[in-house]
């Protein structure tokens, strides 16, 4: 069973930056591709980005494309979501999400159905 665990969650100006960064409790990422997703009132889970095992392989949502930038340091055991140029509508509770594999991402990896384990999330709330 592979907890996770998000951090960096908080209120920021429209325009300002965000980081979050997501943990496993009590075992390593070995062999596991990560995603972000983000849920706001009212609305369904979306996805917002992925991340192979590797981290040479990137996958995002059209709304956040240029301005998110997923990662991870497998040797910290940590995945990061940098949120830069943040606008009022990115506000959502934001989840961390984890499903085993090595290969390159792709739009299969935006379904959240496929990922086995998820984080408790992380609030984010963007002020105009």
């Known amino acids: 069973q592979v907890q996770l665990v998000e951090s960096g969650g908080g209120l920021v100006q429209a325009g300002g930056s965000l980081r979050l960064a997501c943990a496993p409790s009590g075992r390593t990422f070995s062999g596991y591709t990560m995603g972000w997703f983000r849920q706001a009132p009212g609305k369904e889970r979306e996805f917002v980005a992925t991340i192979n095992w590797s981290g040479d392989s990137t996958y995002y949502a059209d709304s956040v494309k240029g301005r998110f930038t997923i990662s991870r340091d497998n040797a910290e055991n940590t995945v990061y979501l940098q949120m830069n140029s943040l606008k009022p509508e990115d506000t959502a509770v934001y989840y961390c999400?984890?499903?085993?594999?090595?290969?390159?991402?792709?739009?299969?990896?935006?379904?959240?159905?496929?990922?086995?384990?998820w984080g408790q999330g992380a609030q984010v709330t963007v002020s105009s």
């Open positions: 999400a984890a499903r085993r594999g090595y290969a390159s991402v792709n739009y299969y990896d935006t379904q959240p159905g496929k990922y086995n384990y």
